[in-house]
């Protein structure tokens, strides 16, 4: 399986972009899905996750309430909307996934993508 994010670029703060990962090589609703990211210099940390079917959400705290995730395996395809964005969301996001259950994806995840920067200026 590949996952391939996009989606990523600069906006100010209190704008909005919103990321997409494709899965390829299976279908993605066998997939919890997760995004993480990682701020120059810091550990990649855990920002969201979806189950399969879409009905299960989890987020960390600092992101609560401005971004959501979301799904559409139709399509094969995962979405963060992020909006009201602040500097400190700037960052490499990746998505994440997992077979195994929501616990695995919203730590460790068994399938990587590559990464798309967020910047975030003030």
């Known amino acids: 399986v590949q996952l391939q994010a996009s989606g990523g670029g600069l906006a100010q703060a209190g704008g909005s972009l919103r990321l997409s990962c494709v899965v390829s090589?299976?279908?993605?609703?066998?997939?919890?899905m997760g995004w993480f990211r990682q701020a120059p210099g810091k550990e990649r940390e855990f920002v969201a996750a979806?189950?399969?079917?879409?009905?299960?959400?989890s987020y960390t705290d600092s992101v609560k309430g401005r971004f959501t995730i979301s799904r559409d395996n139709t399509k094969n395809t995962v979405y963060l909307q992020m909006n009201s964005l602040k500097p400190e969301d700037t960052a490499v996001y990746y998505c994440?996934?997992?077979?195994?259950?929501?616990?695995?994806?919203?730590?460790?995840?068994?399938?990587w993508g590559q990464g798309t920067q967020v910047t975030v200026s003030s």
């Open positions: 994440a996934g997992s077979a195994l259950g929501m616990a695995d994806v919203t730590t460790k995840g068994d399938y």
């Open positions: 090589g299976r279908a993605s609703s066998i997939y919890h």
């Open positions: 979806i189950s399969r079917s879409g009905r299960r959400t």
